[in-house]
């Protein structure tokens, strides 16, 4: 079975300075990887997803995030962050066979503070 | 025009008492999800339709029962309600049920027993 571990439950940074928001992985088969972005009130929205191909991968609003098959982990970065960004950002993995079972890391909540 | 609704967005309810939360979607997709989201923020599967049939039937209650009457509606009933139940459910559509295709949430539905 797969699981998610985002290592942080809370990241507080100051407005136009760089994220990271880490996010490791267990699997014994081929994942794919997504980070999705809950804003207030809302449901979840793709930032961007891993298949394949180059392990750097660009999202939305300016957010990327690497591939580490090596260290099992995929990192969400942004270089300089917006009031706006302030939200639940999870991180999910799902296996390449089969039905499509998300399976959800805990969350890192994103403040940007002023 | 909304992609992914739901309906009600929120609903408090007593213990014992029976309900539906109703979700529909208009982007022609063929796979509907439900999931469940604690307090903790914490989002786990429930259940998938593909074509209304099921496909994903993850350890829930027998007190849970979806229907799926078509492609673009997957409710979800709840017999007995119980305080455990509390939750913000969220439905999901994706076009196919490949482990690569990108799921869209709806708002979420907040289900509160007391």
């Known amino acids: 079975a797969q699981s998610v571990t985002q290592l942080d439950s809370q990241v507080p940074v100051f407005e136009e300075a760089p994220v990271e928001l880490r996010c490791n992985y267990s699997?014994?088969?081929?994942?794919?990887l997504f980070w999705y972005v809950q804003y207030p009130n809302q449901g979840l929205q793709l930032l961007l997803k891993?298949?394949?191909?180059?392990?750097l991968v660009k999202g939305i609003n300016g957010f990327e995030a690497e591939f580490n098959k090596s260290q099992t982990s995929f990192h969400l970065r942004k270089p300089s962050v917006h009031i706006s960004d302030t939200a639940e950002y999870f991180c999910?993995?799902?296996?390449?066979?089969?039905?499509?079972?998300?399976?959800f890391g805990q969350g890192t909540r994103l403040t940007i503070n002023p | 025009d909304t992609a992914v609704s739901q309906t009600p967005k929120y609903l408090v309810t007593q213990m014992g008492n029976d309900k539906s939360i109703k979700c529909e979607q208009n982007?022609?997709?063929?796979?509907m999800y439900w999931y469940k989201q604690d307090s903790k923020k914490f989002l786990k599967i429930m259940f998938s339709?593909?074509?209304?049939?099921?496909?994903i039937n993850e350890t829930v209650p027998n007190r849970f029962s979806p229907k799926s009457p078509d492609k673009a509606h997957l409710n979800l009933h709840i017999n007995s309600l119980e305080l455990g139940d509390s939750a913000v459910y969220f439905c999901?559509?994706?076009?196919?049920?490949?482990?690569?295709?990108?799921?869209?949430f709806g708002p979420g539905t907040r289900l509160t027993v007391t």
């Open positions: 999901a559509s994706s076009q196919g049920k490949r482990s690569s295709y990108e799921q869209y």
């Open positions: 699997s014994s088969v081929s994942v794919y």
């Open positions: 891993y298949l394949s191909g180059s392990t």
């Open positions: 999910a993995v799902t296996t390449i066979q089969g039905a499509q079972k998300l399976v």
């Open positions: 982007l022609g997709h063929d796979t």
């Open positions: 339709y593909n074509n209304k049939e099921l496909i």
